[in-house]
């Protein structure tokens, strides 16, 4: 099948999902995460590890401010509907496979989602990551709790609250990844000799039983509420949109 903003392809048990948007920062709309859900359909039966990817510069740099500017221009409904974004990373944290996000470069906003809903992170020397958000007013109500669940309230609320980037030594030593090397390729190749060895039936199994053990699904409707009223606000939109015409953050006069 052909995707508009995913690059797939399946080698044996393990599926390769590469977000493709180079014109855009590999940003989040709602087509890639449609895509990446029917992506995640077709591996419930047969595949046993999901390897994300993304740019060699860029893994995700969060939501597509621009498309929301577009669509508010051609009076198209602005506000966003974050369900369908919280159940793909909850799909990426809970379905019946191993997930693996392999991260070089920017990761942003909605990007540390993804990685927080991994269960192994593996990051070259370049990879960076950062929560922007409360810069225009929002905050990553989503995000926040597989971020929460993998690194811990404190370390999330001090990435939430300085909002500038932190280079891969410290998110290795937070526990935000779980491995490193400039040469991540070869060790993303070791890995995954390793990992497809446990069998579908082991890792449905366990993947339920952790599920059971988090309380993901109990924080969706406080996270969806909280992520509406920001992006509702006419304030934060505005500032948005001032920084996509003009490249001017909400604090600059």
Known sequence: MNYQTIQVRFQDSICYLRFYRPEANNTINNI???????????????????????????????????????????????????????????????????????????????????????????????????LSELLFGLFPACVLPFLVRRIGFQKANYLTLMTQPIMVQQALSWGLVDVYDAQSDTVLRKHLLRLRRLSKTGILRYKRFMDELSDLRQCKPLALASNQEVFSDAQNLKGIFRYVETGQFPWMD
């Open 32 to 130: 890639l995460v449609e895509e990446c859900m029917h992506v995640l359909a077709l591996c419930e039966e047969s595949v046993t590890i999901v390897v994300l990817e993304g740019l060699p510069e860029v893994f995700c740099l969060g939501a597509d401010f621009q498309g929301m500017y577009e669509n508010m221009a051609n009076e198209h409904e602005h506000a966003q509907n974050p369900e369908p974004l919280y159940d793909l990373w909850l799909k990426l944290a809970t379905g019946p496979y191993i997930t693996i996000s392999h991260v070089r470069g920017k990761a942003n906003a909605g990007g540390i989602g993804f990685i927080a809903a991994s269960d192994i992170v593996i990051a070259d020397q370049t990879a960076q990551f950062s």
